[in-house]
C-alpha cells in the first residue's frame, strides 16, 4: 500500500498538480506599502528572519512591500478576510474601522520626541489600544514607529500663510484634514503609492512625511522646499488576523511572540537613525532647500494647530487625549 501511495504521489508530482503543505508547514503574508528600506521596511525584514529561525522553518514569511498586494485602503479588509495575514498599518487606518482611538496618534504638536511616545505606546494606554482591535477580528501585536514628519511643497513653508490654497496630500485622517485645514490648505487624500506622481504631475502641491519615506519614494526629487517640522508622528501597529493567531499551535504562537518582540526592538531602535540618513540623503542631492523652525515660527504653527486637539476630540475621545496628556505631563 505504501508502495502505491509513494508511485501516486510521485505521478502527481510529476504532473505538476499542486499537493496541500504539510500540516506543521505555516505560511504568513505579510504586506505592507512603503520600500523596503525604511524603517518598518528593515523591521519586517527582520520579523521573518527571526520567525523562521525561531520556529526551526514551521513559518514562512512571505513579505510584500511597496504596496505589491494592497494598496492603503485595501489591506485591511483583505487582513479581515484571511487573504493575508500580518500588516503594519499606520495608525491613522483604523479610523474607518469604527475604533477612533489610534486617530490620537495624528494629533500635531502631541509628543515632543520618541521618549515622550515610548510612555504611551509602551504603556498601558497603548496596550488598551491594541486589545481594542480583538472586537474586529485582529489581534494587535505592538506599536512600529517610522518617525517625525516634516512639510514639503514646491514652495517654501516657514509660516502657516505659506500653506494658503495648497493642495496637501494626506493620507486618510479626518485629524489629518482638520490640521490642513488649520493652515489654510486643501487636504488630498491620496494614496502613498501614487504620491510621488502626484507630486511630479502637480496634481498635489505638498505632503507630510517622515524624511525616510520621502527619501525612499524619491519625493525629494519633485519637492523643491521642505520644513523640519517634527509637527506630527507616523507610526504603524503590527497586526494580525485573530482568528489564524488564535489557531496556532502554543509552542509556535510563543516563537512568534519572541520574533516579534525582537524585531519591534530592533525596528524601533532604528527608526531614528535611518530618517537622520534619509534627510542627510536628501540634503547631499540638493533637490531640495531643507528649513529649520525657529523659535517663534514653531510658535506661530502651534498656535494654529493645537488647537486641532480639542476640536477633533470627538474623534477618539477627549478621556483618552486627557489620559495621554497626563502621562506626558509625570
Not at 99 to 121: N, S
Not at 187 to 192: G, I, L, S, T
Amino acid at each position: 500500500m505504501n508502495r502505491i501511495l509513494k508511485t501516486c504521489l510521485t505521478a502527481l508530482l510529476a504532473s505538476g498538480v499542486a499537493l496541500p503543505a504539510l500540516a506543521q508547514d505555516i505560511s504568513i503574508k505579510f504586506s505592507h506599502v512603503v520600500a523596503p528600506d525604511t524603517p518598518k521596511g528593515k523591521a519586517a525584514a527582520k520579523f521573518k528572519e527571526l520567525a523562521e529561525q525561531y520556529t526551526e522553518g514551521k513559518v514562512a514569511v512571505e513579505v510584500y512591500p511597496n504596496s505589491q498586494l494592497y494598496k492603503d485602503k485595501e489591506e485591511l479588509e483583505a487582513l479581515q478576510l484571511g487573504s493575508v495575514q500580518m500588516l503594519a498599518p499606520s495608525l491613522a487606518k483604523f479610523g474607518p474601522l469604527g475604533i477612533g482611538d489610534f486617530e490620537v496618534f495624528d494629533l500635531p504638536f502631541l509628543f515632543d520626541g520618541y521618549d515622550q511616545l515610548r510612555q504611551v505606546t509602551d504603556g498601558e494606554i497603548g496596550q488598551q489600544m491594541l486589545g481594542r482591535l480583538e472586537e474586529k477580528g485582529i489581534k494587535g501585536l505592538a506599536f512600529w514607529d517610522n518617525g517625525f514628519k516634516i512639510m514639503s511643497a514646491n514652495s517654501p513653508l516657514q509660516s502657516p500663510d505659506d500653506f494658503l490654497g495648497l493642495k496637501m496630500r494626506i493620507q486618510s485622517s479626518k485629524i489629518l484634514e482638520a490640521q490642513m485645514e488649520a493652515l489654510g490648505a486643501l487636504p488630498q487624500v491620496m494614496a502613498f503609492s501614487e504620491v510621488y506622481q502626484g507630486l511630479q504631475t502637480g496634481v498635489v502641491d505638498g505632503t507630510e512625511n517622515p524624511p525616510s519615506n520621502m527619501y525612499t519614494q524619491k519625493m525629494h526629487e519633485v519637492q523643491k522646499h521642505a520644513t523640519l517640522s517634527d509637527h506630527g508622528y507616523l507610526g504603524y501597529a503590527l497586526i494580525v488576523n485573530k482568528e489564524f493567531w488564535d489557531g496556532l499551535p502554543d509552542d509556535v504562537r510563543g516563537q512568534l511572540d519572541r520574533a516579534v518582540a525582537e524585531a519591534t526592538e530592533y525596528g524601533n531602535g532604528i527608526a531614528k537613525e535611518e530618517n537622520d540618513k534619509a534627510l542627510q540623503a536628501m540634503r547631499d542631492a540638493g533637490t531640495t532647500e531643507f528649513h529649520e523652525l525657529t523659535e517663534e515660527e514653531r510658535a506661530a504653527w502651534k498656535e494654529k494647530l493645537v488647537p486641532v486637539h480639542e476640536e477633533m476630540a470627538e474623534r477618539f475621545g477627549a478621556e483618552l487625549l486627557a489620559s495621554i496628556k497626563a502621562t506626558l505631563a509625570q
